[in-house]
């Protein structure tokens, strides 16, 4: 540990995964504890923070988790207040809950259409409608929200309510990074690619690849200019960055974290 974010007090949503191993959330949790941050976890299923849980005290940090559904407002209002008379404030925050649904607009329905909203653009702006107060009042605070490759590009799949909705997380952050400033609150953006989470064997796999686990990852893998795969521990790294005093002058944008996939063309 090398105290980076030393005495901080850090939300991360989504601290859970589908499975064992290094999801995002999870991964930022651990990495922000092993940098001396206090973390309040949540997620709308206590059961999946248990590693995360295990992880933290293994690094010798300090954590505390809630239940909280981040699309729903009085969830997530309790979840802050929960935080704050826990720990005495909030620092960072990380919004990190989403996910994809395949198909164009053709083939979505509405109901789905409506999910991925509330899931993945809704949730970032509930909590930091709740959040942004207090960050606003102490003159100090960090927010770092996730969105995904899809959101700038064509990623090899058509997930046109992911793509639209992570779009919208990046324009998000960039408007309220500016309108927060004056109070010191910075807002920026994690961009992932096709990392390797145990996303890709619990629910990609089935999505894209009629189940088979092997075929996607090996389609993934060739995107990948870096020619390996990432993880969850290198989306943390970079939220470290952002929501450490190293990046005190950046906010309203992004780093895009995907092994230059992004960038080619061919
Ligand atoms: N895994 C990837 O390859 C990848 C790539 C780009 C972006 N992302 C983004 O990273 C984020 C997390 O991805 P992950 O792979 O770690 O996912 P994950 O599904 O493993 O973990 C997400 C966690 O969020 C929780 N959750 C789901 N809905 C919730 C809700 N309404 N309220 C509270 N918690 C809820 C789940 O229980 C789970 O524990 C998402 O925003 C995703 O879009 C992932």
Redesign the pocket.
Known sequence: MTGRLEGRIAIV???????PG??????MAVRFAEEGAKIFA????ED??AETVERVKAAGGQIETM??????RA?VEGMVDACIKHYGGVDILV??????AKGGPVQMDEETWERQI???LT?VYLSCRCVLPHMAAQKRGAIVN?????GIRWTGAAQSA?AAT?AG?IQFGRVVAVEYAPQNVRVNT???????????E???AGQRAGGDVEQLLAD?LARIPLGFMG??RD?ANAALFLASDEARWITGTEIVIDGGMSVRCD
């Open positions: 949503s989504g601290a859970g995964c589908v499975g290094w999801g995002n959330g999870r991964a949540t997620d709308i299923n999946a923070m239940q909280c559904d981040a699309t729903d969830s919004n990190n809950v989403g996910g994809s509330k899931s993945n949730s996730m969105a995904s490759t899809s992911y992570k997380v994690i961009i992932p690619g096709q990392l390797h989470t145990p996303l890709v619990v629910r990609l993934r993880d969850g989306t």
